[in-house]
């Protein structure tokens, strides 16, 4: 028996959203508490019996029931090629602490809170979004998701869907969030990095928002180019980066970045 059974933890679900993207959902333990926006290390079993583990961004906010993650395959990936073939009724290995920088703790109060994304950086946002604190400290929050290709936004379209008709969620959503998505391969209704789309204005101008004001707060999770990026914008309108025991203005999560 593997000194990781104590930590299996079933699949209950799981969805291929393109042939390189799918999520997939798992038991929560009774005795597992978290903070929306944190991640947790989950993998599995090799031929050799020894636990293959990666970072992943819980996409449940912290009151679920199940915990859903969102995942890319990569070619030849040790844990992904493995993990795609995951099917309902398989044990996942869950470690027991979560953690991670994009929290609502780690910022300081204000009144607009911009979730930027790109690709599978999604995920901490799709808790967030459906976490009812995040409302209470915010009057509006703006999510944004990047991929080169259209299929590529139909896992956060999703989750933004159904907290539209969610009437539970839709309660404390209130008309508080705005959604933005954006291509840089694709032809699509808005094209471009959001790096681009922020310096340009238009971001900012297509939802008919002001740009950015003292007030307000930014998180980020994408690539280490995309976090290097929307840094320097953050920094050039004197916002400073936070932390758990210490909040600011913006906060990065840098536990993906390869």
């Avoid at 602490?97 to 995920?123: E, N, Y």
């Avoid at 459906?130 to 590529?152: G, L």
Wanted: charged fraction near 25%; proline fraction near 3%; include cysteine.
């Amino acid at each position: 028996m593997s000194k990781f059974s104590k930590n299996f933890q079933k699949v209950t679900q799981v969805k291929h959203w393109t042939e390189s993207l799918f999520s997939f959902r798992i038991t929560r333990p009774k005795s597992f508490k978290f903070r929306s926006g944190e991640f947790v290390m989950i993998g599995l079993l090799d031929s050799d019996n020894k636990a293959i583990l990666r970072a992943y961004s819980i996409c449940s906010p912290s009151w679920s029931e199940e915990l859903e993650f969102y995942s890319i395959i990569v070619k030849n990936g040790p844990l992904t090629s493995k993990l795609k073939n995951i099917k309902i009724g398989d044990d996942i290995i869950m470690m027991p602490k979560s953690t991670g920088t994009l929290v609502l703790d780690a910022l300081k109060p204000g009144k607009r809170l911009f979730l930027l994304s790109s690709g599978t950086g999604f995920a901490p946002f799709a808790a967030l979004i459906r976490e009812p604190e995040t409302y209470e400290k915010f009057e509006s929050i703006i999510v944004t998701h990047t991929c080169r290709m259209v299929p590529e936004l139909s896992y956060s379209k999703n989750i933004i869907q159904e907290c539209m008709n969610d009437e539970l969620v839709k309660e404390f959503i209130n008309n508080k969030l705005l959604s933005y998505h954006s291509t840089t391969r694709d032809d699509y209704i808005f094209n471009g990095r959001i790096t681009d789309l922020i310096s340009s204005g238009k971001l900012f101008n297509d939802l008919k928002i002001n740009s950015i004001l003292s007030h307000d707060r930014f998180m980020f999770c994408g690539s280490m180019g995309l976090n290097n990026d929307l840094k320097k914008i953050m920094m050039e309108n004197n916002l400073h980066e936070g932390a758990n025991n210490n909040p600011g203005e913006f906060v990065l999560e840098k536990a993906f970045v390869d």
